[in-house]
């Protein structure tokens, strides 16, 4: 499956100096990255591209929201998103040395994939626990869920400690 947008950027015909571009990325960007953990993706991304002669300096400014499933109650929940990120490209035939920041691309390639890094980018911007704000959840589900906990605590407080049970057949 391929993304609605190109996130191609062509480089190599750009004149040295700054650029400045402006992406969508929606829900197909992270279906074709294989990522299944949001309902619905809708971000607009400034780039804003420092190109120099051996080196392009990349600056992302995400913003948008997303729909995931809250963390809590189960049931849809928006987050409001603003990401910004710096990438730097450097050409080399071979990079001895890997870093996050920097990503290496070969003398004679001419664009690069700007998608895959939006992608980690919204990522990363996720917290790892979303939940709607207090009072927000669905009722119906938290009633639920404290039903099923009290329910479990009765259960155990009705299981006796094996020990008693065989200290009791001791005593009859
Ligand atoms: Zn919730």
Redesign the pocket.
Known sequence: MKPKYSYDLNFVNLAIGKHEFNYQVDTSLFETQGSTDFNEVNCSVLVYLNKQERLMSFDFEIDGNIKTI??????E?QIDLSVENNLVVRFAEESDFTDDEVIFLKENDTSIDLGQFMYEYIIVGVPTRV??EEG???PA?LRYLEEVSEEEEEKKDNELDPRWEALKKFKN
């Open positions: 809250c963390d809590r109650c189960g049931e929940l939940v709607h927000k959840c669905d589900v």
